[in-house]
């Protein structure tokens, strides 16, 4: 069973950062794609950002240029580096990966809260 295990949540000020973990069971060359996805309460779930396997990168309209995505092949472990945040981007952020025989995995999800 792959396992996804996000860590590195909290409480924050708006302008301040956070660098959210995910580690995986597996090594990430065995996932076609990585990503951070958030959902904040009474809304969807809705993607932040990819990371193909090739590194490939995409972002949401909204974190483009404050957050960053990147995976450590040696750790086991993607990244999302979170600066200039802002209220809005308060919710339960979740890792989810695409393996590439086993199908898609989530992470149990860790909370962001930015204060004003």
């Known amino acids: 069973q792959v396992q996804l295990v996000e860590s590195g949540g909290g409480l924050v000020q708006a302008g301040g950062s956070l660098r959210l973990s995910c580690a995986a069971s597996?090594?990430?060359?065995?996932?076609?794609?990585m990503g951070w996805y958030r959902q904040a309460p009474g809304k969807q779930r809705d993607l932040v950002a990819l990371i193909t396997s090739d590194g490939n990168t995409n972002y949401a309209v909204s974190v483009k240029g404050r957050f960053t995505i990147s995976g450590d092949n040696a750790k086991n472990t993607i990244y999302l580096q979170m600066n200039s945040l802002k209220p809005e981007d308060t919710a339960v952020y979740y890792c989810?990966?695409?393996?590439?025989?086993?199908?898609?995995?989530w992470g149990q999800g860790t909370q962001v809260t930015v204060s004003s």
């Open positions: 989810s990966g695409d393996h590439r025989w086993r199908g898609a995995y």
């Open positions: 597996e090594s990430i060359f065995k996932f076609n794609r």
